[in-house]
């Protein structure tokens, strides 16, 4: 089992992650996004939240 305590900072654990887990993790950050742009007046227009939602979501899927 790795210690992740005792791994480099720019090291990222091999631990298996479970797809829900996952699903959830991504879904609840969107949603949240989406919930700060609405909630903020939409500071940026729609079409740039979603090229930046996708590109970060591309970035770490």
């Given at each position: 089992?790795?210690?992740?305590?005792?791994?480099?900072?720019?090291?990222?654990?091999?631990?298996?992650?479970?797809?829900?887990?996952?699903?959830?993790?991504?879904?609840?950050?969107?949603?949240?996004?989406?919930?700060?742009?609405?909630?903020?007046?939409?500071?940026?227009?729609?079409?740039?939240m979603?090229?930046?939602?996708?590109?970060?979501?591309?970035?770490?899927?």
């Amino acid at each position: 089992m790795t210690n992740c305590r005792n791994a480099h900072p720019l090291q990222v654990p091999t631990i298996p992650l479970n797809r829900e887990v996952i699903l959830q993790f991504f879904g609840a950050a969107v949603v949240g996004a989406v919930e700060w742009w609405f909630r903020n007046g939409m500071p940026v227009p729609p079409r740039v939240m979603a090229e930046q939602t996708g590109i970060l979501l591309d970035r770490n899927l």
